[in-house]
């Protein structure tokens, strides 16, 4: 079968604290919010970069809150879990489920100082130069792609890693 999906349409990140967030959306990057976004349950802002959209999600804090309450859910038969091969190949049990395993991606490249490796939104920029002025302008840590591309990494104040590369930067 073949694959039916077309392209991205969106990519939501979550933040802590909206206007903080919009100040380095809108002030540094320069992006303009989306009037259309309707109103949801859960604050936030829509960009639309042509075809494709950003989402900031500005979740409630959990502290001292009562949770959200549960949807109730349409019937639908269940989804088989997730199996990869282990590296025990050969012996029993030799699949892991990533339903059962307790391994936090992120935990590992969180804090990393190169957000290369780590879950990123990766955007092009027309003038990387001025990006980069910018990023320094506002003390905006980054680190060059180590590709040798005309790249860098940074992140925005909720520590999500967006990678900017010049629109001629060569093959991507």
């Known amino acids: 079968m073949m694959s039916q999906i077309l392209a991205v349409h969106h990519v939501a990140l979550l933040v802590n604290d ?8 809108e002030g540094v990057l320069g992006l303009v919010p ?12 829509w960009y639309s970069l042509g075809a494709v959209q950003i989402h900031l999600l500005c979740l409630p804090a959990v502290h001292g809150e009562l949770p959200p309450p549960k949807m109730k859910q349409r019937s639908r038969p269940p989804v088989p879990p997730h199996s990869f ?6 012996r029993e049990g030799n699949e892991i489920s990533l339903r059962e395993s307790n391994v936090e991606p992120e935990a590992a490249v969180a804090r990393l100082e190169h957000g290369g490796r780590a879950r990123h939104l990766a955007l092009l920029v027309t003038d990387w130069e001025g990006l980069r002025s910018c990023l320094t302008q506002n ?3 980054y680190t060059l792609s180590q590709s040798g591309r005309h790249a860098l990494f940074c992140r925005d104040p909720d520590a999500n890693v967006l990678e900017l590369i010049a629109v001629t930067a060569g093959p991507l």
Do not use: M
């Not at 909206?18 to 959306?25: H, K, T």
């Not at 989306?34 to 802002?45: E, I, K, T, Y």
């Not at 091969?85 to 050969?90: N, T």
């Open 18 to 25: 909206l206007q903080r967030a919009r100040e380095f959306y």
């Open 34 to 45: 989306d009037s259309a976004r309707p109103v949801l349950g859960v604050d936030g802002v």
């Open 139 to 141: 003390r905006i840590t």
């Open 85 to 90: 091969p282990s590296p025990l190949s050969g």
